[in-house]
């Protein structure tokens, strides 16, 4: 009888492995998707980055627009107009034992000079951060509030971004603006 009949026939030996071509290759595509997934990393990092100065930003504006509101007589009469985090300031002798009305305007411009630039070793909020007041500012006849006491107040900071027709990093002044009404 011959192996044939019997059911035994001799096949060639098959491959029970990978090549080492097949190996280098399947490295390579996942090298490739590594570097993309880094690369959308890096570029998520950067845009929580800028989210997160743009929030701090508003936050800084708020919470001027919140000192001028609790202080409406001072604000309306226009102590608060022209107020820069520029200018050099002095810590007001006034805020231990408490601030009246005028004094309350230069502890409340300090305070938030202090929180903007992060004086006295305090962290700053934005890296080159800056604010302004401008607004209105006018009080109607018998010291009454006229109507429409427009406020702006204007956080500036600075930010590194991608420039790309420079293909390079660049830094640009970036902008908060919050108007109010008092």
Known sequence: MSLQMLGMVRRPSRQAGMTLIEILVT???LAVGLLGMASLTVGSLK???GAFLRTQ????AYDMADRMKSNTAEAISGSYDGATTTASLTAPSCIASGCSGADRVAADI???KQQIEGANGNMAMLPGGEGAISGAGASGAGGTTAAGNVFTITITWREDRWDETQGSMSTENQQTV?????
Request: glycine share 0%; charged share 5%.
């Open 27 to 29: 490295v390579l595509v």
């Open 47 to 49: 845009n929580n980055q």
């Open 57 to 60: 930003a508003t936050i800084l």
């Open 110 to 112: 300090f305070a938030w």
């Open 178 to 182: 919050v108007e109010f009404t008092l």
